[in-house]
T-cell receptor, first 110, second 115 residues
Framework: ELKVEQNPLFLSMQEGKNYTIYCNYS?????LYWYRQDPGKSLESLFV?????AVKQEGRLMASLDTKARLSTLHITAAVHDLSATYFC??????????FGAGTTVTVRA | GAGVSQSPSNKVTEKGKDVELRCDPI?????LYWYRQSLGQGLEFLIY????????KSGLPSDRFSAERTGGSVSTLTIQRTQQEDSAVYLC?????????????FGDGTRLSIL
């Protein structure tokens, strides 16, 4: 059974500083997704990572995938308030079903 | 709109009643998924439809849960004889193709509360 672990589960960020969220998974996969969820809202797709070494960047967010280490990271540069949300990684097990991590709840403070 | 549409947005019902949740996928998306998001279990896969193929029901937690998809578009998730542990947000997602190369686009969900 595929296990997806995110850490930390809660992250209090100070505006302007850099932070990283980690996503480890237990079995081989070369497709990983990052989603954002605002309170009371649905999931918004952020990144699709399709191969080892893939790196995607959008604004202050950058995601990378190391399939050998079974690790993805979501790096936040110079945090700002509107990045406050819950971030999920999800691993495609190769048969279209996504297995999600528990989510990282991010709060950005001044 | 252009996104995945779910209805109702909120549903409160008594234990033992049946409920139907509806999902309208993005036009042209052949793959449709149901997930459940609850405090204790996080996000769990429930069922998957791809075109006219038989659905993958491997994630359904019990035989009280069923789903159908008519005409390759709208899907209905039915929960019979609801129990309190069925309380959760039920999310529907659709994608252009199977799994890995396209992100799944999620609706806003139906928040189900069983009294």
């Amino acid at each position: 059974e595929l296990k997806v672990e995110q850490n930390p589960l809660f992250l209090s960020m100070q505006e302007g500083k850099n932070y990283t969220i980690y996503c480890n998974y237990s079995t081989t996969s070369d497709r990983l997704y990052w989603y954002r969820q605002d309170p009371g809202k649905s999931l918004e797709s952020l990144f699709v990572l399709l191969s080892n070494g893939a790196v995607k960047q959008e604004g202050r967010l950058m995601a990378s995938l190391d399939t050998k280490a079974r690790l993805s990271t979501l790096h936040i540069t110079a945090a700002v308030h509107d990045l406050s949300a819950t971030y999920f990684c999800a691993v495609d097990m190769g048969d279209y079903k996504l297995s999600f991590g528990a989510g990282t709840t991010v709060t950005v403070r001044a | 709109g252009a996104g995945v549409s779910q209805s109702p947005s909120n549903k409160v019902t008594e234990k033992g009643k049946d409920v139907e949740l509806r999902c309208d996928p993005i036009s042209g998306h052949t793959a449709l998924y149901w997930y459940r998001q609850s405090l204790g279990q996080g996000l769990e896969f429930l069922i998957y439809f791809q075109g006219n193929s038989a659905p993958d029901k491997s994630g359904l937690p019990s035989d009280r849960f069923s789903a159908e998809r008519t005409g390759g578009s709208v899907s209905t998730l039915t929960i019979q004889r609801t129990q309190q542990e069925d309380s959760a947000v039920y999310l529907c997602a659709s994608s252009l193709a199977t799994g890995g190369y396209q992100p799944q686009h999620f609706g806003d969900g139906t928040r189900l509360s069983i009294l």
